[in-house]
């Protein structure tokens, strides 16, 4: 129970956290798409000095972990159940 009452405790930082990492994989998805590989950061995977390819496999994958991150601070920015409601519910 020790784990549970934690994540309820920090579950506001949670929400929150994933909605900044959310944003930024969205925005480092965008740079994917519309920079060639060459114009990438040096610290982003794929950076390859000089090539004009386009790494649209990274920007999907950073897109879709984006969408996982707002899915998380969605689900758990609800209503909390009380005690009585998760013994009924199982």
């Known amino acids: ?5 934690a994540f309820v405790r920090y579950r506001k930082w949670l929400v ?3 909605i ?3 944003v930024a994989l969205i925005v480092v998805a ?3 798409w519309v920079e060639p590989a060459g114009s990438l950061p040096s610290f982003f995977p794929g950076h390859e000095a000089g ?5 649209v496999k990274h920007g999907i994958a950073a897109f879709l ?3 996982a991150c707002f899915a998380f601070a969605w689900f758990n920015s609800g ?5 009585a409601q998760a013994n ?3």
């Open 16 to 18: 929150a956290l994933a």
């Open 65 to 67: 972990l984006g969408l």
């Open 30 to 32: 965008v740079i994917y």
């Open 1 to 5: 129970m020790a784990a549970r009452d």
């Open 79 to 83: 209503p909390k159940k009380s005690a």
């Open 51 to 55: 090539s004009s390819h386009h790494h």
């Open 20 to 22: 900044v990492l959310g």
């Open 88 to 90: 009924n519910a199982g």
